[in-house]
């Protein structure tokens, strides 16, 4: 077996300055979290006055997030709503996750691709990967998301760039979710044509993050934490960040450092589009359970109170939620769906015997999703970008 | 409450800059720099004489006043850079207001020659601050080149007209990494508060306090304003409220 280089091993810890990482590091989380418990409704009423147009601060964001805003759910769902279609019109960007490989290293409790995990292990071959995406394509989708789990021998720098480029001349848009790197290497795959880097990281709370990554390189917080900036510093032109509803038993702080996080990348990267997203944990193998589930109706009011912080970030829904909620989140802040998802490697073109990730809760294909978008008065929008 | 406004380093105390031009003296210049309280003017280099016996300097005292040598009358890169290393050969703070504006008449900035010539003199070393049309873009740019500030203007030099560009100038302040100066066209103190309640990190005035009945009088009445201006931001300006209605059900479907 070729050894892994040692320089994937030692990364540094620590944060660069000038990165929105850094800036994240900086932020009174604690001191913001207390501003939840104690917004009463004059800060609401502050908050949902709002400002010039612009982001709001993180303390609007705060009293948004509070038990006593709540209380006002109609009325943040509709500015919400009047702010997302000023901004992106009635339109809804559909896309699907193509998994190149479930095989992982790492150890984490709540991924169904986690090492100890015994599931079936498959890994496409770059041709494998194009079937799959010219299966897609036929079904109408143009904005690819390569998704895999850590093993940086099978799926490797080179591996991911050969998939880039055997992609690229098929696929308008093409984002990578897999395990973090270096500046030079996500320099290659921008100059594959990857424009599009997605990295979650799954909570902002370090203890949290810390008892759910026993083993394997994906303990690094700091390293991770990065890779959006170091993505953006490469030329990646989205940067799609995440947190795990459901890890943390606060949604609310976690909440807080998303937010945190996407309004620091905004600012640090001014020529990057930011999109961010809130999966809620779902069963998958391993049978990880979340402490404290999210409720829907925290779900929105956490999805409202991000659009009106955030009026320029994206917000993209996953299968995980069900057709009926997801339908009802369209007209809330929402931008970006998946559609017709299969999160098992190999699973379009034709049925897979490998594993999935999770569950898939809305199984509609991607038309029947058009269709219901199109019932909601909204544009499904396939394709957005061109390759120069 | 400390409120230090950090550019390149250094830091300040006032918010207000002045310019000085159109002065009707050097004693009133140095009447109005006083009670201005004002830690930095500019001073155009061809206004310069290091050779006279009286000359504009003599109203700043450089232990106060922090000297910030403006390039205007340059109408490209190339003239605002060499008015630049003249400065710096001449023994004057390596601190330069980069202005660079072809057209006499409404004294409108180039942005290209002023990117060109920021690019090369902030790679010589020199801390820059362009004055700029308030483009959110271009001071991007000129942030990225390494510029310690951006200049954007309210209105044109001279015309007194205020925040024309404030639309333009909220985006700028809530996108920067620099500090911003709102410089040219703030004709009242009133224009001067403004600025600062929307959120900028300093002004720079020169016409209505040099033209004045009383310049000294009025360089108070607007360190007066900036200081007002910026306590109310810091304080918490209320937001512009807006209607509530309820109307469709959007999160019916949570019942």
Known sequence: MTPVSIELESRPTGLAPGTAAADLAATDLAG????????????????????????????????????????????????????????????????????????????????????????????????????????????????????????????????????????????????????????????????????????????????????????????????????????????????????????????????????????????????????????????????????????????????????????????????????????????????????????????????????????????????????????????????????? | MQDPLIIAGRHFQSRLFLGTGKFPSTAALASAIESSGTEMVTVALRRVDLSAEEDILDAIDPERVLLLTNTSGAVDAGEAIRLARLARAAGLPEWIKLEVTPDPRYLLPDPVETLRAAEVLCGEGFTVLPYVNADPVLCKRLQEVGCATVMPLGSWIGSNQGLRTKAALEIIVEQSLVPVVVDAGIGAPSQAAEAMELGADAVLVNTAIGTAGDPAAMALAFRLAVEAGRAGLRAGLAGVGREAAASSPLTGFLA
């Open chain 1, 32 to 388: 913001l979290r207390r501003l939840v418990d104690s917004a009463g409704d004059v800060a609401v009423e502050r908050a949902l006055a709002g400002g010039r147009g612009g982001p709001r601060p993180l303390a609007d964001f705060a009293a948004l997030l509070s038990p006593a805003a709540a209380g006002r759910l109609e009325e943040m769902a509709r500015r919400a709503h009047e702010t997302t279609v000023r901004r992106f019109g009635r339109t809804i960007h559909l896309f699907a996750p193509l998994y190149l490989s479930n095989e992982c290293v790492s150890t984490c409790d709540y991924c169904g691709f986690s090492a100890g995990n015994q599931i079936a292990r498959r890994t496409l071959s770059p041709d494998e990967v194009l079937a799959e995406a010219l299966e897609l394509r036929s079904r109408g989708l143009r904005h690819l998301l390569l998704v895999a789990g850590e093993h940086a021998r099978i799926v490797s720098k080179d591996y991911l760039v050969e998939c880039v480029q055997v992609l690229a001349p098929h696929v308008p848009s093409i984002a990578v979710e897999v395990q973090v790197w270096d500046t030079e290497t996500y320099r290659r795959l921008v100059g594959a044509g990857c424009d599009g880097l997605v990295v979650y990281q799954e909570t902002y709370d370090r203890g949290t993050y810390a008892r759910v990554h026993r083993k394997g390189k994906k303990r690094n917080y700091d390293w991770r934490l990065g890779a959006p900036d170091r993505g953006a510093a490469a030329g990646m032109r989205r940067l799609g960040i995440g947190a795990l509803l459901g890890l943390h038993h606060d949604w609310r702080l976690e909440a807080l450092g998303l937010a945190a996080h996407a309004q620091a990348l905004v600012r640090r990267w001014w020529r990057c589009e930011v999109s961010l997203s809130l999966p809620r944990l779902r069963p998958a193998a391993g049978g990880f359970e979340p402490a404290d589930p999210v409720g829907d109706a925290d779900f929105v009011q956490l999805l409202c109170a991000l659009r009106l912080l955030l009026p320029d970030v994206g917000i993209s829904l996953s299968t995980r939620e069900s057709p009926a909620l997801r339908d009802a989140l369209v007209r809330l802040g929402v931008t970006q769906m998946s559609a017709g998802s299969h999160t098992e490697p190999g699973g379009y073109a034709e049925p897979s015997e490998a594993d999935p990730q999770f569950e898939i809760s809305d199984t509609r294909s991607p038309a029947e999703v058009a269709g219901v978008l199109r019932a909601a008065g909204y544009d499904p929008v396939w394709k957005d970008w061109e390759r120069t």
